[in-house]
């Protein structure tokens, strides 16, 4: 089992920056990813960014450019570091770890809004 703690909402302007932090606890070593994903009001949970044990990153189009993930090599913390937010960018944002064994494992979700 996996237990992912985030950080780091809030409410910012446009153009501004937020950073988000996910602490994991548990069978860490058993973790080939961590990632990012993010759910708007009446809209799927989509995939914002992820990164490998092995450090390779994948990002979605719209925040290519903007936002980058990290990672502590220990892998139990992943961050998000959100540069030049757009109002598009609203939404519930969710920390994932991915096991060797294909299972997902979420955090509770931070509210990133971003409004002048």
């Known amino acids: 089992q996996v237990q992912l703690v985030e950080s780091g909402g809030g409410l910012v302007q446009p153009g501004g920056s937020l950073r988000l932090s996910c602490v994991a606890s548990?069978?860490?070593?058993?973790?080939?990813?961590l990632g990012w994903y993010r759910q708007a009001p009446g809209t799927q949970r989509e995939m914002v960014a992820r990164?490998?044990?092995?450090?390779?990153?994948d990002y979605a189009d719209s925040v290519k450019g903007r936002f980058t993930i990290s990672r502590d090599y220990a892998m139990n913390t992943v961050y998000l570091q959100m540069n030049d937010l757009k109002p598009d960018d609203t939404a519930i944002y969710y920390c994932?770890?991915?096991?060797?064994?294909?299972?997902?494992?979420w955090g509770q979700g931070s509210q990133v809004t971003v409004s002048s």
């Open positions: 548990g069978t860490i070593s058993r973790i080939v990813a």
């Open positions: 990164i490998t044990r092995g450090g390779s990153t």
């Open positions: 994932n770890a991915r096991s060797e064994f294909v299972e997902d494992y």
